[in-house]
């Protein structure tokens, strides 16, 4: 399962951006979808996660008020809303989908089955 990215781009500080996640099967219906962000010279970090029944959202507490995350109730989809936008939000954000809505602990990149290719966001005055 390849999951597509979508909304990405450029904006000032303070702007807003929603990025989207697509599978083409109902991934999210089963597993968690999670959003991370990969900034170079760091590892991928997660920033939002939703379960199933829009169950266990959890945040960065980086995000914690800024940034919202949410599934689509009629299609395979998740959305991640950005508000209040900072250059250091700069980054690759990618989608997953897995099981870890037993995990003790927030999501890390290797608890991921699925992932999309990321899709590039630019805060910069």
């Not at 829009?54 to 599934?71: D, P, W």
């Not at 395979?76 to 690759?92: F, G, H, N, Q, S």
């Not at 037993?102 to 089955?113: F, G, N, R, T, V």
């Amino acid at each position: 399962v390849l999951l597509a990215e979508s909304g990405g781009g450029s904006v000032p500080p303070g702007g807003s951006l929603t990025l989207a996640c697509a599978s083409p099967e109902a991934t999210f219906s089963t597993s968690c979808a999670v959003w991370f962000r990969l900034s170079p010279g760091t590892e991928r970090v997660m920033v939002a996660q939703v379960c199933p029944g829009g169950r266990k959202i959890l945040y960065h507490g980086a995000v914690q008020g800024r940034f919202t995350v949410s599934k689509d109730s009629g299609a395979p989809k998740v959305y991640l809303e950005m508000k209040y936008l900072r250059p250091e939000d700069t980054a690759t954000y990618y989608c997953a989908a897995g099981q870890t809505q037993k995990k003790p602990y927030l999501p890390e990149a290797h608890d991921m089955e699925y992932w999309g290719q990321g899709t590039r966001v630019t805060v910069s005055s």
